[in-house]
């Protein structure tokens, strides 16, 4: 989607019954057809075809479409592909000048047993330790509620993409892109394991609901919502005790530097949110912004959407559903995003322009295919599970 947003010409390549989360809940509907919100957040600017790589005539128009194109993604399994005749190390030796980028759960080369393990965002965030390091003020682990695994390998990819474009500018060579969701997810806890190398202190026993952030640092109540405030320097606890009318707690030997108030998380912890629990959230972002303390409001989806920061910043883009209504999404945010307002396809909505403009098929030569169970059988709710895409 981002390369789509920078002006690249995206096909996405379909199974007959359309990808997954086309039918992923919840679901917008019209009097033009319906529309799953996960869908339309990922796919604008695309043009959608669908077409049954089962069948030969499919995936020989496959092939078709891949010596015209760029670059090949894919997020299917290495076996998988490779029953299809379009594994990755197969598709370098048949087009060399190709860029394919391949993401999966564990990786194509040296991933052993995990080749063909079945992988999603939170097995990634499990492995890499983005999981453990997002604990509750037990210390318990949580989830971090939404693909994180997902959009940071996919982002992962778009810069690699770009990086080996300028690389075959100067080679001519093509690329194979080895992406793996938890080595893609790696990278966000740098700092973490750089942190218990270098410790020569076992903190553990002190450490909580957070490791080496400073404290309090976290999400705490207000009477009305939550906030999270970052308490990363002893300075800022100063001005804290300041903004709570306990200046003489920013000095006190019990709570005055990082490690002894890590040591009393769970009263630091009681003497903040005792003071916060009484006002609303707005009073208390206002007051620790007013002290010069790091804070912010916890929002909604609903106030993410309204928030003037954004709208001011521009970093939201109205797209068109499809189906008669908008989407309002962040937009592609390296500014290199193209104008006009962009669309969601709908399921093979331009085969026959990209067939025609691509590979330059004359409308009978479509129909030909059609009947040859290229875009799958009338009437047959058979089909991969998973999609590729082809950039040109």
Known sequence: MLL??????????????????????PIRTSDSGSMSGYFGALNR???????????????????????????????????ALDRLGIHPETLRDRYPSLIIASMTGFGL???GADENRAGLAMVAEALAGTNGLARDREGRPVWCGFALGDIVTGMTAHAAILLALRNRDQTGEGRLIDLALPDSTLPLT???????QAADVD?????????????????????????NIGVNRDDFWVRLCSAMGRPELGHDPRYAT???????????????????????????????????VPVAPVLDMAEVLELEHFRARGVFVEV????????????????????????????????????????????????SLAAAGAFGAVGSHSGNAASATAAH
């Open 4 to 25: 789509a947003d920078e002006g690249a010409e995206v096909v996405k390549v379909e199974p007959p019954k359309g990808e997954l989360t086309r039918a992923r809940e």
């Open 203 to 227: 903190y553990s026993a002190i450490a909580s609901s957070n490791d080496f952030h400073g404290v309090p640092y976290g999400t705490f109540a207000a009477s009305d919502g939550f906030y």
């Open 45 to 79: 600017r695309k043009s959608s075809i669908a077409i049954d790589l089962k069948s030969e005539a499919g995936i020989a128009l496959l092939h078709q479409l891949l010596a015209k194109a760029d670059v090949f993604i894919s997020n299917m399994r290495p076996q």
């Open 190 to 196: 740098s700092v973490a394991l750089a942190r218990v």
């Open 109 to 111: 080369a040296n991933a």
């Open 320 to 367: 068109d559903d499809g189906i008669g209504g908008t989407l309002t999404q962040p937009t592609d945010p390296t500014g290199f995003a193209i104008g006009g307002r962009p669309r969601v396809p709908h399921l093979g909505e331009q085969r026959d322009t990209v067939l025609g403009e691509v590979l330059g098929l004359s409308a009978e030569q479509i129909e």
């Open 258 to 292: 990082y490690i002894e108030r890590a040591k009393r998380q769970a009263e630091v912890h009681a003497l903040l949110e005792n003071w916060s629990i009484g006002l609303p959230r707005d009073v208390v972002v206002a007051a620790l912004t007013d002290a010069d």
